[in-house]
């Protein structure tokens, strides 16, 4: 059971727009920022939003985040297919001494 | 060019213990905090230790706490990830990653190519 809760699965046709979802708590969502990671089948994660809603140079625009409270979103306009992939959110969380969690992924199957 | 760059593929009997490493390169080893995540089999990112080359300064997560040991070697510009006592549960592909400025930003903006790690009587 990870701390942030995702939707295991999300689909969508090319051109679509497609958003998952990432519930936390004040101890973590609530309190810092969030960050998405992208992992193409077979090989290491990217990141692909930083800090609710930013995006690392070589990231295109149609993809965006945000985040209210406690929970926070990542939106892929104009689906392609080479976006199907898992989406991972992260942040960090203060509880105990700090440490970092993971939201369980969201497997991204374009249609 | 910022690179990670881990040690290769392991396989090991339960009880053994294991070291895995990961050489940082392209940047100022000591000015970032350097940690691991692990992937288990078919199944989502664990994270579990972050250092501080500078200091030695270490978070660990609570599910991972006790159960290994992260360390850095600042001359050779590597991190480390030990195991005193292997379990089949710890089967899993182990990703080093370079944090982002500070900690409570959660940005990993570097990601090593993975180490996995087989535990296997």
């Known amino acids: 059971q990870s701390v942030l809760t995702q939707p295991p699965s999300a689909s969508g046709t090319p051109g679509q727009r497609v958003t998952i979802s990432c519930s936390g708590s004040?101890?973590?969502?609530?309190?810092?920022?969030v960050n998405w990671y992208r992992q193409l089948p077979g090989m290491a994660p990217k990141l692909l939003i930083y800090?609710?809603?930013q995006r690392p140079s070589g990231v295109p625009a149609r993809f965006s985040g945000s985040k209210s409270g406690t929970s926070a979103s990542l939106a892929i306009s104009g689906l392609q297919s080479e976006d199907e992939a898992d989406y991972y959110c992260?942040?960090?969380?203060?509880?105990?001494?700090?440490?970092?969690?993971f939201g369980g992924g969201t497997k991204l199957t374009v249609l | 060019e910022v690179q990670l760059v881990q040690s290769g593929a392991e396989v090991k009997k339960p009880g053994e213990s294991l070291k895995i490493s990961c050489k940082g390169s392209?940047?100022?080893?000591?000015?970032?905090?350097i940690g691991w995540v692990r992937q288990m089999p078919g199944k989502g990112l664990e994270w579990m230790a972050i250092?501080?080359?500078?200091?030695?300064?270490?978070r660990y997560s609570p599910s991972f706490q006790g159960q290994v040991t992260i360390s850095v070697d600042k001359f050779i510009n590597t991190a480390h990830l030990q195991w005193s006592s292997l379990k089949a549960s710890d089967t899993a592909m182990y990703y080093c990653?370079?944090?982002?400025?500070?900690?409570?930003?959660?940005?990993?903006?570097?990601w090593g190519q993975g180490t996995l790690v087989t535990v296997s009587s």
């Open positions: 990653v370079r944090v982002g400025i500070i900690p409570a930003d959660g940005v990993y903006d570097y």
């Open positions: 392209g940047y100022s080893f000591v000015s970032y905090w």
């Open positions: 250092i501080y080359p500078g200091d030695s300064d270490t």
């Open positions: 004040s101890s973590n969502i609530g309190s810092f920022p």
């Open positions: 800090r609710n809603n």
């Open positions: 992260a942040a960090w969380d203060d509880s105990l001494n700090g440490f970092c969690v």
